[in-house]
Nanobody, 126 residues
Framework: QVQLVESGGGLVQAGGSLKLSCAAS????????MGWFRQAPGKEREFVAA????????RYADSVKGRFTISRENAENTAYLHMNSLKPEDTGVYYC???????????????????WGQGTQVTVSS
């Protein structure tokens, strides 16, 4: 069982930056594909960014490309989402997710993930 705890959310003005963290409980974190998803009020949860187990490959939603960067520090059992040039439409609850080991590609669909954090609120004011 993997427990994930997100932190770093908050209120920021448009154009600002935030760094989200996702701390994992498991020592085998370095073998887990990781992803970030978000859910805006009244909308379904959507893919934001994902990274493979080694950190050598990433994928992004078109809406965040060039503004967000996903990374991981396996020695710290932590994944990050660096968010720059934030827009009001980035507002929502951000969730990190982990999949079981063995995937050879970056995972972009929610169904591929097995463990989820509780979410952290990001609010971008205009």
């Amino acid at each position: 069982q993997v427990q994930l705890v997100e932190s770093g959310g908050g209120l920021v003005q448009a154009g600002g930056s935030l760094k989200l963290s996702c701390a994992a409980s498991q020592r085998t974190f370095s073998s887990l594909p990781m992803g970030w998803f978000r859910q805006a009020p009244g909308k379904e949860r959507e893919f934001v960014a994902a990274i493979n187990w080694s950190g050598t490959s990433t994928r992004y939603a078109d809406s965040v490309k060039g503004r967000f960067t996903i990374s991981r520090e396996n020695a710290e059992n932590t994944a990050y989402l660096h968010m720059n040039s934030l827009k009001p439409e980035d507002t929502g609850v951000y969730y990190c997710a982990a999949a079981t080991p063995g995937h050879t590609v970056v995972l972009v669909t929610q169904e591929k993930y097995d463990y989820w954090g509780q979410g952290t609120q990001v609010t971008v004011s205009s």
